[in-house]
């Protein structure tokens, strides 16, 4: 078997897209859950910066207040980070193209969220996210280096949990399941 | 309608539009969602609490991805969720040849046997390996989309892909032997 154009595979694969949907109550079902859904809205603060990422040379303070962008699961925005005199977080390398990742978790009950990941040694107390109480919502930014992380929220403390948009890694060398994040761009030359 | 105007439709209060989206992705997600659970009703809960978090999450939707790759991360990691919870990752078919060779022709149940060998064999695949199978060849992505979709490395899901198919080798060549 060599590849896709395999005549069996091509076989198989009409086979699977034939499946049928059996005939129930499941749209009625989806009808009835999503109208009981408060409605998606724009995210505003956003959209403006999600139209094509730009490397913009800036410095590491600068950086770290501007804007985020997208949940986490791969998009961002480009942003080339100067090297400065203050000390790069321990997530960053001096000669790293970073990009920001703004990662969010609606959790209206929690008392305090924190991100943890293979960018913060896994430390609660290193990246607490902020509550945007009319939503319910907390947020933060981060500048991670190209690549792959695994990172996961720490609720109140105790409770970890995957984020819930994002897709699953392996479980953590700690037992507990993460999320990733593919973070794109060019290594530096 | 493009996949971007009806999101933006919905975003703009046409809430109804949403099922337009849901009419053209909604038998894509029950077959990858049937064959990987192998479980007719976790199947369909997978696909509905798919649909339920996409409309929740749509304001949050990048258009730079594309919105099928964006449906299909939170169809796989639902299925990755309802695998766990309920045991169908942990279940192996007892290979039974006579069983096998006694079965009607496959073909039945909405093109879905459950007794057609390639479907046993594909039950008895890791559930990593068989999602990668699914995905490459039943839903036809390319390797970065399918690494956007389920968090793994292009490099490893080249790996999956290629396990897949060796383990699958002679239950093919004996499928379409026939």
């Known amino acids: 078997m060599s590849d896709s154009r395999d005549p069996r595979l091509e076989q198989w694969a009409e086979r699977y897209r034939a499946t049928a949907r059996p005939d129930g109550r499941h749209r009625e079902r989806l009808r009835d859950a999503i109208r009981s859904s408060p409605p998606p809205t724009r995210e505003p603060a956003l959209r403006g910066l999600t139209i094509r990422p730009r490397a913009i040379t800036i410095g590491w303070p600068l950086a770290a207040a501007a804007t985020a962008v997208v949940l986490a699961g791969g998009i961002a925005i480009g942003v080339r980070l100067a090297p400065r005199s203050e000390p790069a977080p321990a997530a960053m390398r001096p000669d790293a193209v970073a990009r920001l990742v703004r990662f969010e978790l609606d959790a209206p009950f929690a008392s305090r969220v924190a991100l943890v990941g293979d960018f913060n040694g896994w430390d609660p107390a290193a990246t607490p996210m902020r509550l945007d109480a009319g939503r319910g919502r907390w947020t933060t930014a981060l500048a991670l280096q190209h690549g792959r992380h695994v990172y996961a929220f720490v609720i109140d403390g105790d409770r970890w949990l995957p984020d819930p948009d994002a897709p699953l890694a392996p479980e953590s060398g700690f037992g507990t399941p993460g999320s990733v994040v593919v973070v794109e761009g060019a290594e530096p030359s | ?178």
């Open chain 2, 1 to 178: 309608m493009s996949d971007a105007a009806w999101i933006a439709r919905v975003l703009d209060g046409d809430t109804e539009a949403f099922s337009m989206l849901v009419d053209r992705y909604d038998a894509e997600c029950y077959r990858f969602a049937r064959h990987m659970l192998g479980h007719g009703e976790d199947a369909e809960d997978a696909v509905q609490e798919t649909f339920i978090r996409a409309y929740r999450a749509l304001g949050r939707y990048d258009e730079r991805n594309t919105f099928r790759a964006w449906l299909f991360r939170i169809l796989v990691n639902q299925c990755r969720s309802i695998g766990r919870s309920r045991g169908r990752f942990d279940r192996r078919f007892v290979h039974d040849e006579d069983a096998i060779a006694r079965a009607p022709a496959p073909g039945q149940d909405g093109g879905f046997d459950s007794r057609e060998p390639l479907k046993v064999a594909l039950d008895e695949l890791e559930p990593e390996l068989r999602e990668a199978f699914l995905l490459k060849y039943g839903e036809e992505m390319d390797y970065m989309s399918m690494a956007a979709v389920t968090g793994a490395s292009v490099s490893a899901l080249k790996m999956r892909v290629k396990r897949a198919r060796d383990r699958l080798r002679p239950r093919l060549e004996g499928m379409f032997r026939e």
